[in-house]
């Protein structure tokens, strides 16, 4: 597609329940980011794939949260047991490649996918 | 301390004002700046980066100050338009993730 695709837009689910968001990155694109933003603060990184592994999973805040992309391209972000603590907008991005060596990576965001947790 | 750290405002200014931002970050090994912009209740998109002689896009100036380690931006001749939030990112070398500040949020007024 022209852009990053996610879905659902919107979530409300109960505390304890499994949630899925699914992020359908730029075609072409290789590397793909998950972020997660609250209210007032920026964007905090969760997890990076390049191609179908996942590079750097260090912002996984525990182990509630995995996150798979199969194929190298949809990815899905999996939170089990849910928690009002986890009510945030999940943001997915991707780019082109894993960066040049100078480490620059312009990162295209979905609209996210807005997550609250009763 | 946060790695990227900014004011996070609100600054309120009016049309046609010059305002300006500064971003301090914490990892000396960073190489990669951006400025990315967010509207309310949208996905942060790229403004610019930021590169190390200093660049300019029209009304808006980034400059980077290595030996003290942070980062500015500069808008001209504000709009309406404008009114956003202003958020850093830094990047390191060989590290493909990004690390962000909480944002700078400028409004301006008629």
Partial sequence: GAGVS???????TEK????????????????LYWYRQSLGQGPEFLIYFQGTGAADDSGLPNDRFFAVRPEGSVSTLKIQRTERGDSAVYLCASSRNAG?????????FGAGSRLTVL | RKEVEQDPGPFNVPEGATVAFNCTYSN????????????????PKLLMSVYSSGNEDGRFTAQLNRASQYISLLIRDSKLSDS?????????TGIQKLVFGTGTRLLVSP
């Fill in chain 1, 6 to 12: 996610q879905t659902p837009s919107n979530k409300v």
């Fill in chain 1, 16 to 31: 304890g329940k499994y949630v899925e968001l699914r992020c359908d990155p730029i075609s072409g694109h290789t590397a």
């Fill in chain 1, 100 to 108: 040049s060596p100078s480490g620059a990576n312009v990162l295209t």
């Fill in chain 2, 28 to 43: 000396s090994a960073s190489q990669s700046f951006f400025w990315y912009r967010q509207d309310c209740r949208k996905e």
């Fill in chain 2, 84 to 92: 956003a939030t202003y958020l850093c990112v830094v990047t390191a």
